[in-house]
């Protein structure tokens, strides 16, 4: 084999890759673009975004590879995906990374289960399109088996069950409807009334710039006291509802936003604001308690007369039998 032909496909590539970046650097002066001690790797960066330059790496690299610079013992049959799986697992990355960018932004203050469940739906559907290999092609029954099971790792596998159990312990269920395509008529009604609930504190709060300094929150106790017992009276209805469907898979709670809105109400209210709900029913419970008090009283006292009966009992034959006696006595000395 002659030496000089492997050396000219090395030496195309390398000038194909050096015309490539003249015309990167020579657009970039064109258009004023360069400082002067600015290094190349910088220019391309000033140019190019980074998804572009990226795509230009990968073609250089290419051009490499083509020249023969790269591997020479790679066997004709690399094993690789075909491109309907190749789409498959991209449709699948592109929405897992959306989701996990949704419940990141969701977490604090709790907002997973309402801002999410359309993308989780979208890649619960990514991950059954990849399980059933959904397509036209003949071979598609592959794809399943290079996706899913190819490797120890099994990465698209950890992610959908990374997935399902923050679902599943979010208790995102008991928030949807039975389809889980739309937040359920009680916790839209529910958010609104936390919302609701919330400018209330917020607007009996504005303009008292006094009255915040000495922690004064009358206003607020007073104004947003029917609103919040509104949003409390709710909470444990759903609360009764939840338990009594029992639909939730990881113990008897309500979906996550839920609980944490209501928690936070609930700090807001009794902490911060140090507000105190009075009780309707005042009667009945001073009645309960009153008799509550009485009960030790009353046991006592009729212990007390009970015990007094057995004793006028007991000593009343006594004095019986000794009289009789005593008569006995003397009628036997006459």
Not at 111 to 137: E, H, W
Not at 144 to 163: K, P, W
Not at 187 to 212: M, P
């Amino acid at each position: 084999m002659d030496p000089n032909r492997s050396v000219e496909p090395r030496r195309s590539s390398l000038l194909l890759l050096r015309l490539l970046l003249v015309v990167l650097l020579w657009s970039g002066l064109a258009l004023g673009t360069f400082s002067v001690g600015s290094s190349p790797h910088r220019v391309l960066h000033d140019l190019l975004s980074e998804e572009q330059l990226l795509e230009v790496e990968d073609l250089s690299l290419a051009l490499l590879q083509g020249g023969r610079m790269g591997p020479l013992s790679l066997p004709p049959d690399l094993p690789d995906l075909d491109p309907e799986c190749r789409e498959l697992l991209l449709d699948f990355a592109n929405s897992s990374a959306e989701l996990t960018g949704c419940l990141v932004r969701g977490a604090r203050p709790v907002r997973l289960c309402q801002t999410c469940y359309p993308l989780f739906q979208q890649v619960a559907n990514k991950m059954d399109n990849i399980s059933r290999a959904v397509g036209n092609s003949s071979e598609s029954h592959s794809c399943a088996r290079s996706l899913l099971m190819a490797d120890r790792m099994q990465i698209v596998v950890i992610l959908s069950e990374f997935f399902n159990s923050t679902w599943q312990k979010a208790n995102c269920a008991n928030c949807l409807t039975n389809k889980s395509e739309e937040l359920s008529n009680s916790t839209v009604y529910f958010l609104n009334q936390f919302n609701h609930t919330l400018t209330c504190f917020e607007n009996n709060l504005q303009g008292s710039t006094h009255s915040l300094q000495l922690r004064n929150y009358s206003e607020v106790c007073k104004n947003c006291h029917e609103a919040y017992k509104i949003l409390s009276s709710l909470y444990s209805e759903m609360q009764k509802i939840n338990e009594r469907e029992s639909k939730a898979e990881f113990g008897a709670h309500l979906c996550i936003d839920v609980e944490d809105a209501m928690n936070i109400t609930r700090k807001l209210w009794s902490r911060t604001f140090n507000c105190s709900v009075p009780c309707s029913d005042t009667v009945p419970v001073i009645a309960v308690s009153v008799f509550i008090l009485f009960l030790p009283v009353v046991f006592y006292l009729s212990s007390f007369l009970h015990s007094e009966q057995k004793k006028r009992k007991l000593i009343l034959p006594k004095r019986l039998k000794s009289s009789t006696s005593f008569a006995n006595i003397q009628e036997n000395s006459n």
